[in-house]
């Protein structure tokens, strides 16, 4: 008897950090939580597909590796911003909703456009789309400082 | 001393050095060091102390015994309790040889371009191979010497020109930054402790003590392996974390894969960097693999009594090689599910972090015990020491799981 009550308690324990740790938010705040953290997931991968391309163009990376790099890159961006879009906003936030999908859509079609010209051994293209990733993280940071103001 | 000997004796310590190194403290250190600064650097001097002490004390019990640390733990603490510490090790460690095999086949990745779900196998079957033409003593030394090699990590540090200043005040302040709360602070210094601290490396060390024959005269030559290599391997752990501190930082950049991991050294060094970091981490996880393969092989030999090891040939350790391969071919199965070989690493060193007491408290035991040990009883400084460790490890391990989940894994 006491080991089945032991079991079910470890049971009810790990069903309990699972839901914790896979729950949508529910209220506003926690929502503008996770919209912060999105976003500073996104610059990240932003400013790291960025971080390569430079090192790439300035000869101080090998093509292999900036190819890898950049697939990885978008590959997160499209996890992270699906991941959000997927949550339903509550009532209050659908700007905010609005605001990140679209920074989003953008961020994941630029980091398509890297990966495409680097297959493609395209280096203008390369360079163009490299070009649009800064004024995307611009946005992002003023989202994120917006939300969280403790945030770098 | 006579140059032969000398030369066995360098060689050994840089081995030591260079075999440091795994994926779990390459990720760990990288993804500390780019959320973190060196506000965690003290954790990593607490770990090399606290993980140089106990590989110490299991390879001395190993030469007095003539008996590896697990099976002498076996001996003194009963069967029972040895078979928790083998399921809890044989768990982390088997997550451990997926990730580390993932590492090799990563590295692989950043050099070719060609994805790392191809190279797995391959991988998996050049191990095999040399597992069955290499002795130990030539597949320690082979990996452990290229493992230096991340050494242009420290290289790297002095090549970002940082303000030294700014990375005196980083190390000097153990607490988190703004905009990170003290529950991810505390949980990266689980994952750091866990990534440096691991079970494995101490049982392979005393494991080893017995695969290289060591015997009383070898006991200075096993001191200055521990006593000089695992804090410079703890060093290049530290610069891991300064040049993803000095290069993503500022920039708010986390680190999630084993590229971002290259990218401060490519920003260094450029393509002669990246070739020697790529190196570096190639020889690194594929010594780690090598060494969790067979700690895990050692583990359940020793417990089960059966032959084991590179002493003998593989066919006259029929079990332990069977052993060997079938978790070897686990880990193939395990990396081909396309499971996050980052995200396995930080779940494997934080399960690895929630079990350090139970390897630590009978090595100590063990090391206490004059009965067993004789003159190479544990003298003072091993005792305060080990005693120290283990109390933090005990910390470590009640927080480590609470902390898992209350942080979402370091994610919020």
């Known amino acids: ?152 | 001393m006579n140059p032969k000997k000398l030369f066995a004796f360098t060689l050994g310590t840089l081995s030591a050095i260079g075999g440091f190194i795994d994926i779990g403290d390459l990720v760990a250190d990288a993804l500390v060091g780019a959320r973190f600064g060196l506000r965690l650097a003290w954790v990593t001097v607490l770990a090399v102390i606290g993980i140089a002490c106990y590989a110490e004390m299991s390879a001395r019990i190993a030469i007095r015994t003539r008996r590896p640390a697990f099976a002498v733990v076996r001996s003194r603490m009963g069967p029972r309790y040895a078979l928790v510490a083998l399921v809890g090790a044989f768990g982390v460690t088997g997550l451990l040889v997926m990730a580390e095999l993932s590492g090799v086949a990563l590295a692989l990745q950043l050099a070719t371009s060609v994805h790392y779900l191809l190279w797995v196998p391959v991988v998996a079957a050049v191990l095999l191979v040399l597992f069955w033409a290499l002795n130990f003593e030539t597949m320690e030394r082979i990996y452990g010497l290229l493992g230096l090699t991340m050494l242009v990590y420290v290289v790297a540090v002095w090549y970002l020109a940082p303000d030294w200043s700014r990375l005196w005040s980083s190390a000097t302040t153990p607490a988190p930054v703004s905009g990170e709360s003290w529950g991810t602070y505390l949980f990266f210094l689980v994952t750091l402790i866990g990534a440096q601290m691991t079970p494995y490396e101490m049982f392979f060390f005393s494991s080893g003590a017995i695969e290289n024959r060591w015997h009383r005269k070898d006991l200075t030559e096993m001191r200055v392996n521990v006593l000089v290599g695992f804090p410079l391997g703890g060093l290049l752990a530290i610069a891991i974390q300064a040049v993803a501190f000095l290069v993503f930082f500022d920039a708010g950049i986390q680190v999630e894969h084993i590229s971002q991991t290259v990218l401060p050294v490519v920003v260094a060094l450029g393509k002669l960097g990246l070739v020697i970091a790529l190196v570096g981490i190639f020889a690194a996880t594929f010594g780690a693999t090598i060494e969790t393969l067979f700690s895990t092989g050692y583990q359940l030999s020793q417990y089960f009594g059966w032959s084991y090891g590179k002493v003998q040939p593989p066919v006259r350790a029929a079990r332990f090689t069977t052993t060997i391969a079938a978790l070897l071919l686990l880990s193939v199965v395990l990396a081909l599910t396309t499971l996050s070989p980052i995200t396995i690493t930080i779940y494997a060193v934080v399960f690895s972090a929630s079990l350090l007491p139970l390897a630590f408290l009978p090595v100590l035991l063990v090391g206490n015990d004059r009965t067993v040990m004789g003159d190479l009883t544990n003298g003072r400084l091993s005792n305060a020491i080990g005693t120290l460790t283990l109390l933090l490890s005990v910390g470590i391990a009640v927080s480590a799981l609470p902390l898992l989940v209350i942080t979402k894994a370091g994610t919020g």
Do not use: C, K, N
Not at chain 1, 2 to 7: A, I, K, S
Not at chain 1, 35 to 56: D, E, H, K
Not at chain 1, 72 to 100: H, N, Q
Not at chain 1, 108 to 123: F, M, S
């Open chain 1, 1 to 152: 008897m006491r080991r089945l009550l032991v079991g079910l308690v470890a049971v009810l324990l790990l069903a309990g950090a699972l839901w914790y740790g896979q729950a949508p938010p529910r209220s506003a705040s926690a929502y503008q939580t996770r919209a912060a953290q999105t976003a500073l997931y996104l610059r990240s991968q932003s400013r790291t597909a960025g971080m390569w391309v430079r090192a790439l163009q300035d000869g101080q990376a090998t093509s292999p590796a900036t190819q890898v790099a950049l697939e990885e890159a978008e590959s997160d961006a499209v996890t992270t911003a699906s991941r959000f879009a997927g949550w339903d906003p509550p009532p209050g936030t659908d700007d905010l909703r609005r605001e990140l999908t679209g920074a989003s859509t953008e961020l994941t079609d630029d980091l398509a456009a890297l990966r495409i010209a680097i297959h493609a051994g395209d280096r203008p293209g390369l360079s163009s789309a490299a070009g649009r990733l800064p004024p995307l993280e611009g946005r992002l940071t003023t989202l994120i400082i917006t939300l969280d103001p403790g945030q770098r």
